[in-house]
T-cell receptor, first 113, second 114 residues
């Protein structure tokens, strides 16, 4: 059984479109995260949710909106996609906050044309 | 503030040792080490929380200096499977404890050759 899963694995879309990436974890963890890894492999945290509440919201454009329907799911919705949004987006989860091990999903490769 | 990792890249022969450093200008609350293979997600290696701490994971170990501004990852008797990019993720101590806000270094690309 996959611990942290993301869908879709690949996403190719046109500029200006709106898209969503879904993340689910079956580990019973309380905290979930979204990371962006750009073409230079720079890994940056975007959002963190603990028990469905937002605890980190780094400086990302407000076109990005996380949604947590329950503590096992953290989805990422992106409006008006731009070329610079092309990246790999990783979802992760941990039992508590960051002193706990973070388990990463397989990533979603987003390409904006 | 992004931690500085060094070296940027290292090439080893199987059986050789390597050290990867992660430095911050501010005291850290914690340091996390991850390895990422090409096309895959990062995989957790270990977390260090206390100044002077040392931790081991088979032939991979890490230390956190007393001032909590530098961590080093030690890879001994390297194996082909050690190849990948190693990232340190850090939390600033002046943020008042863990808030889940890891800042990652740019990574160190390790290549182990037969």
């Amino acid at each position: 059984d996959t611990a942290v899963s993301q869908t879709p694995k690949y996403l190719v879309t046109q500029m200006g479109n709106d898209k969503s990436i879904k993340c689910e974890q079956n580990l019973g963890h309380d905290t979930m995260y979204w990371y962006k890894q750009d073409s230079k492999k720079f890994l940056k945290i975007m959002f963190s949710y603990n028990n469905k509440e937002l605890i980190i919201n780094e400086t990302v454009p407000n076109r990005f909106s996380p949604k947590s329907p329950d503590k096992a799911h953290l989805n990422l919705h992106i409006n008006s996609l731009e070329l610079g949004d092309s990246a790999v987006y990783f979802c992760a989860s941990s039992l508590g906050t960051v002193w706990e091990t973070q388990y990463f999903g397989p990533g979603t490769r987003l390409l904006v044309l | 503030q992004q931690p500085v990792q060094s070296p940027q890249a290292v090439i080893l022969r199987e059986g050789e040792d390597a050290v990867i450093n992660c430095s911050s200008s501010k005291a850290l609350y914690s340091v996390h080490w991850y390895r990422q293979k090409h096309g895959e997600a990062p995989v957790f290696l270990m977390i260090l929380l206390k100044g002077g701490e040392q931790k081991g994971h088979e032939k991979i170990s890490a230390s956190f200096n007393e001032k909590k501004q530098q961590s080093s990852l030690y890879l001994t008797a390297s194996q082909l499977s050690y190849s990948g990019t190693y990232f340190c993720g850090t939390e600033r101590a002046d943020y008042g404890g863990s808030q889940g806000n890891l800042i990652f270094g740019k990574g160190t690309k390790l290549s182990v050759k037969p």
